[in-house]
């Protein structure tokens, strides 16, 4: 968005005209995950290398989002694909988020649009 909002601005104060899509792709919140931690507040887990390090690339259902120390695999039991972010930030470390995630949603810019700004 941000880009988007740079290029408007460069476009607008060179005199050009800046035609505004019909529609984009935004992130909607959804929901945050936690690591699996025991009775005792000690994490059991972390988070896949499959997903780490991975902002914005889609999580199916099913597919394998964490692993406990002991090995065992814990996957995506939701019903949507879900587009993880924040995944394993150090801000979070003390309440063991392991990631936020948000789905993917299409704005429609129809009803604000003009042919050129």
């Avoid at 019909?22 to 995950?33: G, H, K, P, T, V």
């Avoid at 996957?75 to 993880?84: G, H, L």
Wanted: aromatic share 12%; hydrophobic share 35%; proline share 4%.
């Amino acid at each position: 968005m941000t880009k988007h909002i740079l290029d408007f601005v460069a476009l607008s104060n060179s005199g050009e005209g800046f035609v505004i899509p019909d529609e984009y792709d935004a992130f909607q919140y959804s929901e945050n995950l936690r690591l699996p931690i025991d009775a005792n507040g000690q994490r059991e887990g972390m988070v896949s290398l499959h997903v780490d390090q991975k902002d914005f690339q889609p999580i199916e259902p099913g597919q394998v989002v964490m692993e406990t120390f002991a090995g065992e695999k814990i996957t995506w039991q939701r019903d949507y694909t879900a587009y993880p972010l924040f995944i394993n930030e150090a801000a979070y470390h003390k309440s063991h988020s392991a990631m936020t995630l948000s789905k993917k949603i299409v704005m429609s810019c129809r009803d604000y649009k003009s042919s050129k700004l």
